[in-house]
T-cell receptor, first 114, second 112 residues
């Protein structure tokens, strides 16, 4: 199984809503990532989890809250988002071995904040 | 920032022709990777080249890396309509869990 599964595929939420994005992988990868991608732009790193611990936070606003319940799951909790947060949110995973770090990406969640 | 710059931003060629995309970056790296993205969905890993490698092949793909010039190129030979996608280079300068920094991407269109 070389898949990273993200749910939901599409999400529309109001600025006062609380929602969560979910990501799952069963490749035994111990590094998991959240990226944000705006239209016609490259993905931008948000968070990195290594062995279920948050290792990188790229100065992401606190309205985005990541969680890694176990080595296979990664969540992104959303609260009080702004319309400019509308984007494609991509989850990825990789092995921790140096030089073998190809990332496997999910299909993303297309988020629209209204 | 070690963010890569890619050129061209857009490339349109006929099916069967070769496509070459270039990537430049700013800092020392452990490896450089190329990814493909169709229609704004997930990225698919194509090839990884380590900093001590100069060239790598995978099927119709050929990647070169010149660390002295901090640049890389991706060549797709005998292009097909299915190769139409956006292509991104991504650099990794970290140990263990990686912090991939993506270039701006090249939008490749293969005309039948």
């Amino acid at each position: 199984d070389t898949e990273v599964t993200q749910t939901p595929k599409h999400l529309v939420m109001g600025m006062t809503n609380k929602k969560s994005l979910k990501c799952e992988q069963h490749m035994g990868h111990r590094a998991m990532y959240w990226y944000k991608q705006k239209a016609k732009k490259p993905p931008e790193l948000m968070f990195v989890y290594s062995y279920e611990k948050l290792s990188i936070n790229e100065s992401v606003p606190s309205r985005f809250s990541p969680e890694c319940p176990n080595s296979s799951l990664l969540n992104l909790h959303l609260h009080a988002l702004q319309p400019e947060d509308s984007a494609l949110y991509l989850c990825a995973s990789s092995r921790m071995a140096l030089g073998q770090n190809e990332a496997f990406f999910g299909q993303g969640t297309r988020l629209t904040v209204v | 920032s070690q963010q890569g710059e890619e050129d061209p931003q857009a490339l349109s060629i006929q099916e069967g022709e070769n496509a070459t995309m270039n990537c430049s970056y700013k800092t020392s790296i452990n490896n450089l990777q190329w990814y493909r993205q169709n229609s704004g969905r997930g990225l698919v890993h194509l090839i990884l080249i380590r900093s001590n490698e100069r060239e790598k092949h995978s099927g119709r793909l050929r990647v070169t890396l010149d660390t002295s010039k901090k640049s890389s190129s991706l060549l797709i030979t005998a292009s097909r309509a299915a190769d139409t996608a956006s292509y991104f280079c991504a650099t990794d300068a970290t140990q263990g869990a990686q912090k991939l920094v993506f270039g701006q991407g090249t939008r490749l269109t293969i005309n039948p």
